[in-house]
């Protein structure tokens, strides 16, 4: 089973800054896309960024030029750097990958979720 893990989040000043990770592990083949996304109480996850297995980006408006993602393929992790947060930026953020395995001599893939990771950013 794969399982993804994020780590970083807290609570932080208005216009300060925050490092997501989010670590895949388990029975992978190969990683495709990784994306990060943000959730408030009651309403459904929304995308923020994602990255492919390749290293092309892309970004929802609300975060272009403030928040950062990379992808080390060596330790199957996925990184969001944010800058200059604001207070609309509170919320659990999730991370998501696309994994290949070969079972009975197929490539399937499928997507996982993290457990979340809470961001709350103050004025």
């Known amino acids: 089973q794969v399982q993804l893990v994020e780590s970083g989040g807290g609570l932080v000043q208005a216009g300060g800054s925050l490092r997501l990770s989010c670590a895949a592990s388990?029975?992978?083949?190969?990683?495709?896309?990784m994306r990060w996304f943000r959730q408030h109480l009651g309403k459904q996850r929304d995308f923020l960024a994602g990255?492919?297995?390749?290293?092309?980006?892309n970004y929802a408006d609300s975060v272009k030029g403030r928040f950062t993602i990379s992808r080390d393929n060596a330790k199957n992790t996925v990184y969001l750097q944010m800058n200059s947060l604001k207070p609309e930026d509170t919320g659990v953020y999730y991370c998501?990958?696309?994994?290949?395995?070969?079972?009975?001599?197929?490539?399937?893939?499928?997507?996982?979720w993290g457990q979340g990771t809470q961001v709350t950013v103050t004025s």
């Open positions: 998501n990958a696309a994994v290949e395995k070969v079972i009975g001599g197929g490539t399937y893939e499928s997507r996982y």
């Open positions: 388990g029975s992978i083949f190969s990683i495709n896309a």
């Open positions: 990255i492919t297995s390749g290293g092309s980006t």
